[in-house]
């Protein structure tokens, strides 16, 4: 399918899709299950979701389980739960394509490489931008460096479990000027500003899971990561690589904080996932950088 470089993607919903979810129409050959990270909302993925789109993939963000409500309902989400809310929409998608990759954000990618490593016969390859096995990024306060260690206690402790971590300035953004239209300007619909104790328990459980299983992983897969990663250190990538069992590139993108997918570089994020999950033939070329993609 293609677009012209003025014409809005289609938006035509699959059924049971929320309200913050979103679906473009695009090729029927190839597919990306575009999946959002921890406390995050389907609204973040969409730059590059447009972007892939406009390179002639069909595009499906669903919402993870517990999330875009409050955080009483993330807090009552499992892992497990936020994996088995995509194999519904991996279905779906399946359904309309005949190839379907995972391409997701922090712990979203996470979560779409082990939906990918469960259901073999359904995902082609997987894409993690900016993996997160710890909170080690340069901007991360000590509380948050040694969480690993001691969130089993921080889960048991009454008073403690609904204890909240605010988000730090810069926000993972390098650019100013998106870290302003995002932060302060911008409505990203259904995305909370804290994260709840619970719900990094629940990452760490996540993490555990995939490292004893990232041996027996085989999917083809793309790591991107920022050599200033404010949240995750890029020793978390290259443990990924190192401890994958099957085909695993890793590169570095040198202007971008952790939101890569809509920091400075993104246009280049776009356009390395495409080449790694090789584009349809039918395909434009990019439209000009506009700040209001990130959100419209």
């Known amino acids: 399918m293609q677009l012209n470089a003025e014409e809005k993607p289609s938006v035509t919903p699959l059924p049971d899709t929320d309200e913050h979810s979103f679906y473009f ?3 029927r050959e190839k597919g990306v299950l575009l999946i959002h990270g921890l406390t995050g909302a389907p609204a973040e993925m969409r730059f590059v979701g447009k972007s892939l789109n406009r390179m002639g993939f069909t595009v499906y963000a669903p919402t993870l389980a517990g999330h875009c409500q409050d955080i009483a309902a993330l807090e009552a989400s499992k892992y497990e739960d936020w994996i088995d809310s995509l194999r519904g929409p991996l279905n779906r998608l399946k359904a309309e394509v005949r190839q379907v990759y995972t391409v997701g954000i922090c712990v979203g990618g996470q979560v779409g490489l082990m939906l990918a490593h469960q259901e073999r016969s359904k995902v082609a390859k ?8 710890h909170y080690d990024g340069w901007n991360q306060g000590l509380l948050a460096r040694i969480g690993a260690h ?4 921080l889960k048991w402790v009454g008073p403690l479990q609904h204890l909240t971590f605010e988000e730090r300035s810069p926000f993972g953004i390098k650019d100013e000027r998106m870290r302003r239209f995002i932060i302060e300007g911008a409505s990203m619909k259904g995305i909370l500003h804290s994260m709840p104790v619970i719900a990094l328990y629940e990452n760490f459980r ?7 299983a990232l041996p027996r992983i085989a999917v083809p897969t793309l790591l991107l990561h920022a050599s200033e990663d404010d949240v995750s250190h890029p020793r978390n990538a290259e443990k990924i690589k190192r401890l994958h069992g ?12 952790h939101m890569i997918h809509v920091d400075r570089e993104r246009e280049l994020v776009a356009q390395m996932t495409a080449d790694f999950l090789k584009a349809p033939a039918s395909r434009e070329a990019p439209a000009p950088q506009c700040y209001e993609a990130a959100c419209a």
């Open 25 to 27: 129409e695009g090729s």
């Open 126 to 133: 997987s894409v993690i931008y900016s993996p997160t096995m």
């Open 150 to 153: 001691f969130i089993n206690p």
């Open 206 to 212: 996540l993490n555990r899971a995939l490292k004893a």
């Open 246 to 257: 099957g085909e695993c590139e890793l590169h570095y993108l040198h202007d971008s904080y």
